[in-house]
T-cell receptor, first 114, second 112 residues
Framework: GAGVSQTPSNKVTEKGKYVELRCDPI?????LYWYRQSLGQGPEFLIY????????DSGLPNDRFFAVRPEGSVSTLKIQRTERGDSAVYLC????????????FGEGSRLTVL | QKEVEQDPGPLSVPEGAIVSLNCTYS??????FMWYRQYSRKGPELLMY????GNKEDGRFTAQVDKSSKYISLFIRDSQPSDSATYLC????????????FGTGTRLKVLA
């Protein structure tokens, strides 16, 4: 498809488990973002990639969260030792460049930690 | 104080009404502004994108930016029940920066 693709769309896990969320950006978009959206809130910035490198990971809440983008396209957000407070929708967005920076979002991965 | 403030609503209007949605912000360096529409359990969909001050129109939607007042607006003319969604504003500083800051979103209900 032409849009940003995220998998899984829903993930239910138990506290303490490890989770991976995948994002496939729009073809040709070099910039990739992860945002987290809690119920009734706007998206909050987690991490930004320009190409393969994480240019800014200042939004990651703690060291249980990690993201990679090894080939400059698909990205994976990894969460270790999940906690109930990690429950949220994790949104991925991509952008052609950062000069103008129109962000195009995927449908999100809804994470529920029991 | 949050950098971007947005009334969460809900805002209920009759079909056909003109809707005004607003955000205020505190950082005078913001230059790029976007409005997104988000249906329940869906990702945000880009509606309008504007740079600096002024107006931009696209069909039934008009985006306004007043940098002197640090205030942005989205107007929806002839509102339809299908416009019922949450509307998010987002903004960032100048070119070369990348981090968009989002408002909390305003829930809009257009009643048939």
């Amino acid at each position: 498809g032409a849009g940003v693709s995220q998998t899984p769309s829903n993930k239910v896990t138990e506290k303490g488990k490890y989770v991976e969320l995948r994002c496939d950006p729009i073809s040709g978009h070099t910039a990739l973002y992860w945002y987290r959206q809690s119920l009734g809130q706007g998206p909050e910035f987690l991490i930004y990639f320009q190409g393969t490198g994480a240019a800014d990971d200042s939004g990651l809440p703690n060291d249980r969260f990690f993201a990679v983008r090894p080939e400059g396209s698909v990205s994976t957000l990894k969460i270790q030792r999940t906690e109930r407070g990690d429950s949220a929708v994790y949104l991925c967005a991509s952008s052609l460049d950062t000069l103008t920076g129109e962000l195009f979002f995927g449908e999100g991965s809804r994470l529920t930690v029991l | 104080q949050k950098e971007v403030e947005q009334d969460p609503g809900p805002l209920s209007v009759p079909e056909g009404a003109i809707v005004s949605l607003n955000c205020t912000y505190s950082n005078s360096a913001f230059q790029y502004f976007m409005w997104y529409r988000q249906y329940s359990r869906k990702g945000p969909e880009l509606l309008m994108y504007t740079y600096s001050s002024g107006n931009k129109e696209d069909g039934r939607f008009t985006a306004q930016v007043d940098k002197s007042s640090k205030y942005i607006s989205l107007f929806i003319r002839d509102s339809q029940p299908s416009d019922s969604a949450t509307y998010l504003c987002a903004m960032k500083r100048g070119s070369g920066t990348y981090k968009y800051i989002f408002g909390t979103g305003t829930r809009l209900k257009v009643l048939a």
